[in-house]
């Protein structure tokens, strides 16, 4: 179903509570973002999850939805709070509160890509801010609640599986010299957004491949993660991470030779976790 916000791809059938989403694959960059930016077109794609949409497009197959975003990452932020603004960028705002996310240049609307390397050479309007937030943030995130809360209704829970990339130097600063480097994180906020068992089954599914996991270090999952995962009422999150050597030329930011082998792989993969939501439709004869 195209969308000028993002891309949801819809089973036959909703066979599973699971919802896969992707929202830092967007790569429509307008025009006039890229005009106004300093850096050239490949510089300003070093933030984005270069193909994760491209790897997960099997998840229908298995009954499950999966939504990606069309916005990039360097555009809006959709794994930051709406209000996440930052004074820095943005014409007439104030930050009231310390937020390290801001301060470092990676709010709602970014000012720096990966790196830190700036996006514009000066300020923008709030105008031009809170444009992308009511045309790429909103849509995205009511359509993601609303696919959250069908599994709820359906399944009586809800299982958001958030899929981004990380890069390969990410890990420089938490393996051990001479140490196997983990390949997958999964965040799930220190054991605060999903149940351990659902974490625990992700977890294996990994395993079984052949890759190595680690979980919550560097990245314990971030807005998405810890607003929808609420476990106490049936809404769980985790937030994937995957190492860009595993299937992507990262200076180039194009696929390597491995790219279909590990989609064939992940595709294995996705197929077990969206079993974990499997045979659990609630029954409406009653109603």
Sequence with gaps: MPN???HLSMPESRLTSVVFASPHSGRNY????????VLDQHAIRSSEDAFVDQLLECVPRFGAPLLAASAPRAYVDLNRASDELDPALIEGVRLNTHNPRVSSGLGVIPRVVAGGKAIYR?????ADANARITEHWYPYHAC???LLQGSLARFGEAILIDVHSMPHEAMDSIVAAGAKRPEIVLGDRYGSTASAHIVDQVEAA??????????????????ITQTYGRPSRGLHAVQIEMDRALYMNEREIKPNGNFRGFQKLLAGIMEEIAMMGRGKEISLAAE
């Design 122 to 126: 000066g300020k923008i309007q709030l």
């Design 4 to 6: 000028r916000a993002y």
């Design 30 to 37: 307008p025009p006039r973002f890229l005009r106004n930016s």
């Design 144 to 146: 993601l609640l609303e």
């Design 206 to 223: 990994f395993e079984a491949a052949g890759l190595r996991v680690l979980r919550n270090a560097p990245f314990a999952g971030a807005y």
